[in-house]
C-alpha cells in the first residue's frame, strides 16, 4: 500500500516535469535556473546508482512532520536521525519513521557522520542559528522559511551560504510549483502585457494559538505569536507571496509602507492580526498586500495585473481583458444610450460605479490543477514543497546548489522584515544600501 | 362586391422599394459598424464577427421606419378625416 503511494507520488513528479517540458538546457531552465539540480536526467542517473541522500529532521512539529510524509515518497531519500527538545513532537515523528535515531540536541546530531543533509522545521528565530551550526558542520540544508527573524541573521546567512560549498535550500515551495512556474512564464512571455499591479492577500478566520500544557510552554508552542520568534503576518504567510511579486518583476521593491494592528485577536499576543503594505518598485508598480486573520472571505490569491490580462497564481487561472470588452458597435450604442437615457448624461462612463465583471477563466496547467485554499497551517498537498524537497535529497547526493532559492528567500525575507519595521516605526523606509546583495535589482 | 373594401395591393414595385429602404438601413448598420471600430480601435474583424448584431440592427431601423411611417399614414388619414367633416 505504501509501496504503492510511493510510486504514485513519483509518478506525478515525474508528470510534472514531463508537462513543464523542463528538459536540460530548454528555455525554462534559463529563466529558472533554480530547476536544473534537479532535471529528469540527473534523477534518473541518481536511481541508476541506487544512492540515497541520508537526511535528519530538526523540529518535529506539525511542518516536521508534514515533510517526514513527504520524504516516505522520495524514493533517494532515507531518515536517518529526528531531533526535537519537545518530547511528544518527538515522539510522534519516530512514528512515521521508527527506525530514525532520536537526539534531543540539535549540535549532537550535527555530529553525526552519516548524516548528509538536515531538514530545520524550527521557530523562525532558530533558523538562522541551526543554519549556520549545520553549515558549519558540513551539512547541506533545508530551512523552512523565512530564512531568519531578523536581517543582521539574514545577511549572515547569506554570507555563509557564499563561502559554503554545501548545497542550502529555503522552503520557497512556489518556485517549485507547476501553476506558478507556467503562469510566470505566461507572465514572461508577455501574455498580460506590462505588469501595472500586484495584489496579494492572504485571509484565515483563525487565531493561530495552539492549546498549551502548561502555562510555561506557551511562548514555545505559540511561538508564532510572540516578536522574539517571529515577524507574524509578514514571515509566515506574506514571505512566500513577495517572492512571487519579486519573481513576476524581476526586480525588488524600493519602497515599503504600511500599517499593523491588532484588531482582533487581542489575548496577549505580540504580532499584529491586521497588515495591509505598500511596495513601490522605481517604475511606480506597487504590491499590495494585505492580511488579516479574522475573516476568511476573500482567501489567498497572488495576482499579477498586466494591461493585457491578469493572472491568479493561486488558482492556476489567468483573465484576458479583451474577453470582457465589448465590440465597438456595442460600445458606441451603449455610450448613445447612456448620453440619452443616463441620470446625468453630462458624466462620463468613469462616473458610474464599474463593478467586477466575471471574465472567462483559462487555465494556465492542462488537467487538474491542485489548488491551496491558504486555511491549513501545516501546508497544502501538491504545492510544491515535495519537489522542493525531493530536490533537495538529490542535491545532498550530487552536491549541486540550487540556483537563486537563497537569494529569493533573501529577498522575500527582507522584505517582510523591512513591513514590520516600517508599521512599527508608521513610516516610509527605503530599501537599505547595507542589505542589498548583487543579486538584486531595483 | 362591397364598396366600402378596401383592396390592398402590393406591387413589385412596392417591393422593390421596401428591399431598398432595407438595404439601406443595412449600409446605415454597417456603416455605423465601421465607425464604432475606428472610434474605439477594436478589432476589424468585428465586421463580420459582429454581422449578427448588425443585421439586427439593420431590421430594428428598418421597423422603426416602417412605425414612423404607419404613424404619419394614421395621423394624415386623421387630418383627412377631420377636414371632411368640417366641410359638411
Ligand atoms: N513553507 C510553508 O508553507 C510552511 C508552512 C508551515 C510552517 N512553516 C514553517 O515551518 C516552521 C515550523 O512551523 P511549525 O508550524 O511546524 O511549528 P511547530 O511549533 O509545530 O514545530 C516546531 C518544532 O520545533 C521544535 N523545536 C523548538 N526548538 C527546538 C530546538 N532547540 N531543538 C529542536 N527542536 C526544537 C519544537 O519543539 C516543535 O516541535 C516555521 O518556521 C514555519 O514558518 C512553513
Known sequence: MEENKKIEREVSRREFIKELGYLAGGALLLSMPWLKSQTPEKLSEIKRQGTCARVALIGCGSRGQYHLHNLKAIPHAEVVALCDDYEPNLKAAAEIFPSARQYSDYS????????????????????????????????????????????????AVYEAYKRSDKALYFCMQRMYDPKYIKGMEQVHSGLIGEIVGLRCHWFRNADWRRKVPSPELERRINWRLYRESSGGLMTELACHQLEVCNWAMGRMPETIMGMGD??????????????????????????????????????????????????????GIYYLEEDNQLSGIRQLLREGKEKTLGAIPTAGPSWRPETRKDYVPHTLVAGEVSVNSGQSTVGADNDGSDVILSAFCQSCITGEKAENVVEEAYCSTLLCLLANQAMDEKRIITFPDEYKIPYMKF | MD??????????????????????????????????????????????????????????????????KALILVLWKCVKLLRRKMKR
Open chain 1, 108 to 155: 549532537s546530531l550535527l555530529e553525526a557522520s552519516d548524516v548528509d543533509g538536515v531538514i530545520i522545521a524550527t521557530p523562525l528565530n532558530l533558523h538562522a542559528p541551526m543554519t549556520l551550526d549545520a553549515l558549519a558542520a558540513g551539512k547541506h540544508v533545508f530551512c523552512e522559511k523565512a530564512m531568519a527573524r531578523t536581517m543582521s541573521e539574514c545577511r
Open chain 1, 262 to 315: 491588532i484588531v482582533f485577536w487581542k489575548d496577549g499576543r505580540e504580532v499584529y492580526d491586521n497588515v495591509n503594505v505598500i511596495y513601490r518598485y522605481s517604475n511606480g508598480v506597487k504590491i499590495n498586500y494585505e492580511s488579516l486573520i479574522s475573516n476568511k472571505y476573500n482567501g489567498m490569491e497572488d495576482q499579477i495585473l498586466g494591461h493585457k490580462g491578469t493572472v491568479d497564481m493561486t488558482k
Open chain 2, 3 to 68: 364598396k366600402n373594401k378596401v383592396i390592398a395591393v402590393i406591387t413589385l414595385a412596392d417591393v422593390i422599394r421596401e428591399v431598398a429602404v432595407f438595404g439601406a438601413c443595412l449600409i446605415i448598420a454597417i456603416a455605423l459598424n465601421a465607425y464604432a471600430i475606428v472610434h474605439y480601435q477594436t478589432e476589424w474583424s468585428e465586421l463580420y464577427t459582429e454581422f449578427g448584431f448588425v443585421l439586427t440592427l439593420a431590421l430594428i431601423l428598418y421597423v422603426a421606419r416602417c412605425v414612423v
